[in-house]
């Protein structure tokens, strides 16, 4: 059974800080790329972060966090992070830990980033 539990979420001031982790369990956690979604309320869910399988030696962002947002990968923990700095309110929505494979793709139940003064 293939499970993605995310968490680190929470509320947080504009221009702070928050890391995000999605420990993975039920496959061999280094076969997988591993990516970060969010969705805000009303709004389709969005591309954020990726990180190759194995190592994790190559690294995409979206343009709207790119020298913000930083992912990586421990696998010694089966676990996935996102470190988030300088957080803007427009980073606000459930974000979502993915697992790809091919064509398999697994997902977390998300969560929840607030960023609000």
């Known amino acids: 059974q293939v499970h993605l539990a995310e968490a680190g979420g929470g509320l947080v001031q504009p221009g702070g800080s928050l890391k995000l982790s999605c420990e993975v369990s039920?496959?061999?956690?280094?076969?997988?790329?591993m990516g970060w979604f969010r969705q805000a309320p009303g709004k389709e869910r969005e591309f954020v972060a990726a990180?190759?399988?194995?190592?994790?030696?190559?690294?995409f962002y979206s343009d709207s966090v790119k020298g913000r947002f930083t992912v990586f990968r421990d696998v010694s923990k089966n676990t996935v992070y996102l470190q988030m700095n300088s957080l803007k309110p427009g980073d606000t929505g459930n974000y979502y830990c993915?697992?790809?494979?091919?064509?398999?793709?697994?997902w977390g139940q998300g969560t929840q980033v607030t960023v609000s003064s």
């Open positions: 993915n697992a790809s494979i091919g064509s398999l793709r697994f």
């Open positions: 039920g496959v061999t956690f280094s076969d997988y790329a």
């Open positions: 990180i190759s399988r194995g190592a994790g030696v190559s690294s």
